[in-house]
């Protein structure tokens, strides 16, 4: 079953929507909270490959995306059918809030339905500036936003620090400094937890 209680959401077909994609328990007010699975009782039940998606273009100005993208497929055509499907429904400059864990911490290999490892440097790729500015250095990155014509321009990224990491670290160099965090999640495993990422839909 795809879509569950459509006759109860007429906010589905109007403007400025907000959606909390893959929500599972942790619904919020004032979102349309989605999911796949029936267990948490979702406004929609909404499998994110079942393509297209109830909403019109450019209808959504925000949406919540809270440990999805690692449960996206691997295979690059669905993973990017969903990403263009994204794009399609949001309006300029809608935010995307997405949470997930960093592809070196152990939390995205534990869970057996994570398909998908999720950098930085990938999501910046779904920026048309961003593919720009390396096509004119001769770079051998994919130009993913021209590829699938999509644009994503990342606003905000941080990274959350496993705090079993600070222990192993003093047991190895004698000393956690704070300063060197980038080098330590660079060079070692389970030091960057939970990404968090802002991105924002650029369609003029």
Same mark, same amino acid.
């Given at each position: 079953?795809? /879509?569950?209680?459509?006759?109860?959401?007429? &906010?589905?077909?109007?403007?400025?929507?907000?959606?909390?994609?893959?929500?599972?328990?942790?619904?919020?007010?004032?979102?349309?909270?989605?999911?796949?699975?029936?267990h948490c009782?979702?406004?929609?039940?909404?499998?994110?490959?079942?393509?297209?998606?109830? !909403?019109?273009?450019?209808?959504?100005?925000?949406?919540?995306?809270?440990?999805?993208? /690692?449960?996206?497929?691997?295979?690059? /055509?669905? !993973? !990017?059918?969903?990403?263009? &499907?994204?794009?399609?429904?949001?309006?300029?400059?809608?935010?995307?809030?997405? /949470?997930?864990?960093?592809?070196?911490?152990?939390?995205?290999?534990?869970?057996?339905?994570?398909?998908?490892?999720?950098?930085? &440097?990938?999501?910046?790729?779904?920026?048309?500036k961003a593919?720009?500015?390396?096509?004119?250095?001769?770079?051998t990155s994919?130009?993913?936003?021209?590829?699938?014509?999509?644009?994503?321009?990342?606003?905000?990224?941080?990274?959350?620090?496993?705090?079993?990491?600070?222990?192993?670290?003093?047991?190895?160099?004698?000393?956690?400094?704070?300063?060197?965090?980038?080098?330590?999640?660079?060079?070692?495993?389970?030091?960057?937890?939970?990404?968090? !990422?802002?991105?924002?839909?650029?369609? &003029?």
């Amino acid at each position: 079953m795809q /879509e569950q209680k459509i006759s109860m959401l007429p &906010e589905v077909f109007s403007k400025n929507l907000k959606l909390n994609l893959g929500c599972g328990n942790k619904k919020k007010t004032g979102y349309i909270n989605i999911d796949s699975s029936s267990h948490c009782n979702p406004d929609l039940l909404l499998d994110l490959k079942n393509i297209p998606y109830p !909403f019109k273009d450019c209808s959504v100005r925000e949406i919540i995306m809270k440990s999805v993208f /690692e449960h996206l497929p691997a295979d690059p /055509e669905i !993973f !990017f059918g969903i990403i263009q &499907e994204i794009y399609r429904i949001c309006q300029h400059k809608a935010v995307i809030h997405v /949470e997930c864990p960093h592809p070196t911490h152990r939390w995205q290999i534990i869970d057996f339905t994570h398909q998908k490892a999720i950098h930085p &440097e990938g999501l910046r790729l779904l920026s048309k500036k961003a593919c720009t500015k390396d096509i004119s250095k001769n770079s051998t990155s994919s130009p993913l936003a021209f590829m699938y014509d999509v644009d994503f321009e990342m606003k905000e990224y941080s990274c959350e620090i496993d705090p079993k990491c600070i222990s192993h670290i003093e047991n190895l160099f004698g000393s956690f400094d704070r300063s060197k965090l980038e080098s330590y999640a660079y060079l070692l495993k389970d030091v960057a937890s939970k990404q968090k !990422f802002k991105l924002i839909a650029i369609k &003029e």
